[in-house]
C-alpha cells in the first residue's frame, strides 16, 4: 500500500488527484490518501445540485461546489474536514461494502475513549449522530472508497449550506440536517488537532510507528491532475449539468436511496427522461436514459425498458417496481 498525500486545499484539484490515482496508479494494489478542503459543498454523482445547495448562501460565502465520482448525497466540507480515500484492486460486483472501509475510523476513535460504530447504509455515527459520510465507486475491478469526517466542523455552516430535502430528514426521525451530524471533537477526553488525528488514522492504516512516506507524484502525473481539473472538475457543466426541461416530476425514497425522475412528455411520448438522486450504483446512467427517448409514456412500454436493463447495476439495492414507480402511477 501507498500513501498520496495532497497538500492543496482546492476541492476541484482533489477531487481531480483522486480519479487521476485510481485511474492510472494501476501498479500499486491498494492506495491510501489524505486530504482537505477549502469550504465546499460535494455533491453526489448523481444529485441535481440545485437542489442539494442554498444557492444565495453559497454564493456570498464563497463555497466552491464540485461533483464527485460516486453516487450518495451532498456534503460539506472545511479545514476542520478530513477526507480519506482507499483505493483497492478487488473482484468488481453489484454490492457495496461500506462497513469493512469504515472500519480503521472506527478503530482509532476506540483508541481515543469514543464509541462509534457503522450504521444505515453508508453513515459512522457517535451515539444516533453522524461523523463520517461514505460513499464509493467501483470500475475495471477496483473500489474507491471516500469518507467524510467531521472532526472539527462549522456545522452551523454546514446547516446553512446544504438544502436537504424534507423527506430525508423525516425518514432520519430528526428535524434538521444540523440537529444529524456532530464533530469528533466533542467527545475527546483530550484535546488534539484534526492533524494528531489524521496521524493516528495514517499509523492505523500502515500498521507501526516508523515514518509513512508520501509517494511522490511526477510533473506529468500532476500536469494530468491539472488537466481532469480543466476538463471536468472545474467545469460548471460536470459541477450542476443541464436539467431538462420536463412537465413530469416523481420521486421516492427507499431504503438505499432516493430517485427523482425529470421526465419530458409530448402527445404520450418521452422526449427526455433524467433521474437524480443519492443512491448509489454503477454505470452511466445516460446509457439507460436514452433508452427511453421515443417510448410511449406507458406503463406497459416503460416496464419492458426496464426489464431489459440491470436495475440492480445502476441502482443498486432498488428493485424494477420501486424504480417504475418513481417513473409512472
Same mark, same amino acid.
Given at each position: 500500500?501507498? &500513501?498520496?498525500? %495532497? =497538500?492543496?486545499?482546492?476541492?476541484?484539484?482533489?477531487?481531480?488527484? @483522486?480519479? &487521476?490515482?485510481?485511474?492510472?496508479?494501476?501498479?500499486?494494489?491498494?492506495?491510501?490518501?489524505?486530504?482537505?478542503?477549502?469550504?465546499?459543498?460535494?455533491?453526489?454523482?448523481?444529485?441535481?445540485?440545485?437542489?442539494?445547495?442554498?444557492? /444565495?448562501?453559497?454564493?456570498?460565502?464563497?463555497?466552491?461546489?464540485?461533483?464527485?465520482?460516486?453516487?450518495?448525497?451532498?456534503?460539506?466540507?472545511?479545514?476542520?474536514?478530513?477526507?480519506?480515500?482507499?483505493? %483497492?484492486?478487488?473482484?468488481?460486483?453489484?454490492?457495496?461494502?461500506? $462497513?469493512?472501509?469504515?472500519?480503521?475510523?472506527?478503530?482509532?476513535?476506540? !483508541?481515543?475513549?469514543?464509541?462509534?460504530?457503522?450504521?444505515?447504509?453508508? =453513515?459512522?455515527?457517535?451515539?444516533?449522530?453522524?461523523?463520517?459520510?461514505?460513499?464509493? &465507486?467501483?470500475?475495471? *475491478?477496483?473500489?474507491?472508497?471516500?469518507?467524510?469526517?467531521?472532526? =472539527?466542523?462549522?456545522?452551523?455552516?454546514?446547516?446553512?449550506?446544504?438544502?436537504?430535502? $424534507?423527506?430525508?430528514?423525516?425518514?432520519?426521525?430528526?428535524?434538521?440536517?444540523?440537529?444529524?451530524?456532530?464533530?469528533?471533537?466533542? &467527545?475527546? $477526553?483530550?484535546?488534539?488537532?484534526?492533524?494528531?488525528?489524521?496521524?493516528?488514522?495514517?499509523?492505523?492504516?500502515?500498521?507501526?510507528?516508523?515514518?509513512?512516506?508520501?509517494?511522490?507524484?511526477?510533473?506529468?502525473?500532476?500536469?494530468?491532475?491539472?488537466?481532469?481539473? !480543466? /476538463?471536468?472538475? *472545474?467545469?460548471?457543466?460536470?459541477?450542476?449539468?443541464?436539467?431538462? !426541461?420536463?412537465?413530469?416530476?416523481?420521486?421516492?425514497?427507499? @431504503?438505499?436511496?432516493?430517485?427523482?425522475?425529470?421526465?419530458?412528455?409530448?402527445?404520450?411520448?418521452?422526449?427526455?427522461?433524467?433521474?437524480?438522486?443519492?443512491?448509489?450504483?454503477?454505470?452511466?446512467?445516460?446509457?439507460?436514459?436514452?433508452?427511453?427517448?421515443?417510448?410511449?409514456y406507458n406503463e406497459k412500454n416503460i416496464r419492458h425498458v426496464l426489464n431489459d436493463i440491470d436495475i440492480s447495476y445502476y441502482f443498486s439495492g432498488i428493485s424494477v417496481e420501486q424504480l417504475l414507480s418513481c417513473i409512472i402511477d
Amino acid at each position: 500500500m501507498i &500513501y498520496v498525500k %495532497s =497538500d492543496s486545499t482546492k476541492p476541484q484539484f482533489n477531487l481531480a488527484l @483522486e480519479e &487521476y490515482v485510481f485511474e492510472y496508479l494501476d501498479e500499486f494494489d491498494k492506495i491510501f490518501m489524505l486530504w482537505q478542503n477549502e469550504p465546499a459543498i460535494i455533491v453526489g454523482r448523481h444529485q441535481n445540485t440545485i437542489e442539494e445547495i442554498n444557492t /444565495k448562501y453559497v454564493k456570498e460565502n464563497n463555497i466552491h461546489v464540485v461533483r464527485r465520482l460516486s453516487g450518495g448525497g451532498a456534503v460539506y466540507h472545511d479545514l476542520g474536514n478530513l477526507n480519506y480515500t482507499i483505493i %483497492s484492486k478487488s473482484e468488481e460486483n453489484n454490492g457495496f461494502d461500506f $462497513k469493512t472501509f469504515s472500519q480503521p475510523v472506527i478503530d482509532v476513535l476506540a !483508541e481515543l475513549g469514543i464509541k462509534a460504530e457503522f450504521t444505515g447504509r453508508n =453513515d459512522i455515527v457517535i451515539g444516533e449522530q453522524k461523523f463520517c459520510g461514505n460513499a464509493q &465507486y467501483m470500475k475495471k *475491478g477496483k473500489v474507491l472508497h471516500h469518507g467524510a469526517i467531521l472532526f =472539527d466542523t462549522e456545522l452551523d455552516i454546514l446547516g446553512k449550506a446544504l438544502k436537504v430535502s $424534507k423527506d430525508k430528514i423525516l425518514s432520519k426521525g430528526v428535524k434538521s440536517v444540523r440537529s444529524r451530524v456532530t464533530n469528533i471533537k466533542d &467527545y475527546l $477526553k483530550e484535546d488534539i488537532t484534526v492533524e494528531d488525528f489524521e496521524n493516528l488514522l495514517l499509523k492505523r492504516m500502515f500498521g507501526g510507528e516508523k515514518e509513512i512516506l508520501p509517494y511522490k507524484l511526477s510533473e506529468k502525473d500532476l500536469q494530468k491532475v491539472n488537466e481532469l481539473v !480543466e /476538463k471536468r472538475y *472545474g467545469t460548471w457543466e460536470w459541477n450542476y449539468g443541464k436539467s431538462p !426541461e420536463f412537465n413530469i416530476k416523481k420521486s421516492n425514497r427507499f @431504503e438505499s436511496g432516493k430517485v427523482e425522475t425529470f421526465i419530458d412528455v409530448d402527445r404520450g411520448i418521452i422526449k427526455e427522461l433524467k433521474f437524480y438522486g443519492d443512491f448509489f450504483g454503477h454505470g452511466e446512467l445516460e446509457d439507460i436514459e436514452n433508452k427511453f427517448i421515443g417510448i410511449k409514456y406507458n406503463e406497459k412500454n416503460i416496464r419492458h425498458v426496464l426489464n431489459d436493463i440491470d436495475i440492480s447495476y445502476y441502482f443498486s439495492g432498488i428493485s424494477v417496481e420501486q424504480l417504475l414507480s418513481c417513473i409512472i402511477d
